[in-house]
């Protein structure tokens, strides 16, 4: 069974500066995908950033990229140049294929707060 | 404008009544999920659905029920058997090539 592990309950930062968000994940899989995903407090889930697996290059939006790890089966969510509005729940999430299942399931989450 | 909708946004029942929540997707997607969120933790999976009139369960399925008649519909039933019912509850529905998932506003569930 496939699981995903957000080791940071909370974490925080100071605005401007730079935080890594920390995922590992568990499956026999070996294509698949991993997301992040913000929900403020408004409880909406708003796509940050998407990986799939069979891509050796790290994905980027903007001030958001991640460090996909394969063989440790890692993937972190680095924020750059912290803005008040990135203050969220950050979840970590991994789907199979819809061929292969398409369970797409979720970390715990980490509680981030940019301060000014 | 296409999106998946939850209704009710609120809904409060009674102690040992069932109770449906409505989840409906406009976007032609074949996949849909419900989760269930309490408050400070993560999303857990209740059902998940692939394709019309198949469904699987997820990780705390006891107490819930599903259907999936149509491709743009996967209502989710709290049955009086589920212990602790009143949680915040997400929809959400992905496409074939899982580019990603979109999500419902959710339907905040009070059983008093």
């Known amino acids: 069974a496939q699981t995903v592990t957000q080791s940071q309950p909370e974490m925080s930062v100071q605005e401007a500066e730079t935080v890594t968000l920390s995922c590992t994940y568990d499956?026999?899989?070996?294509?698949?995908?991993l997301f992040w995903y913000k929900q403020p407090p408004s409880r909406q889930m708003i796509l940050v950033i998407r990986?799939?697996?069979?891509?050796?290059q790290n994905a980027t939006e903007n001030r958001f990229s991640v460090n996909f790890q394969k063989a440790a089966k890692s993937f972190s969510l680095k924020i750059s140049d912290s803005q008040l509005g990135d203050t969220a729940m950050y979840f970590c999430?991994?789907?199979?294929?819809?061929?292969?299942?398409?369970?797409?399931?979720f970390g715990q989450g980490t509680e981030l707060s940019v301060k000014p | 404008d296409g999106g998946i909708t939850q209704s009710p946004k609120y809904l409060f029942r009674k102690e040992g009544q069932n109770v449906t929540l409505s989840c409906e997707q406009n976007?032609?997607?074949?996949?849909m999920y419900w989760y269930r969120q309490d408050p400070g933790q993560g999303l857990r999976l209740i059902y998940y659905?692939?394709?019309?009139?198949?469904?699987q369960k997820g990780d705390i399925a006891e107490g819930y029920s599903v259907s999936r008649e149509k491709k743009e519909s996967f209502p989710l039933t709290v049955t009086s058997a589920q212990k602790n019912p009143t949680a915040f509850y997400l929809c959400?529905?992905?496409?074939?090539?899982?580019?990603?998932?979109?999500f419902g506003q959710g339907t905040r569930l009070t059983v008093v």
């Open positions: 659905s692939q394709i019309v009139n198949d469904f």
């Open positions: 976007l032609n997607h074949d996949a």
């Open positions: 999430a991994f789907m199979k294929p819809l061929h292969r299942g398409g369970k797409l399931i």
């Open positions: 990986q799939e697996a069979y891509k050796q």
């Open positions: 959400a529905s992905s496409p074939h090539r899982a580019t990603e998932a979109f």
């Open positions: 499956t026999s899989e070996s294509n698949y995908y």
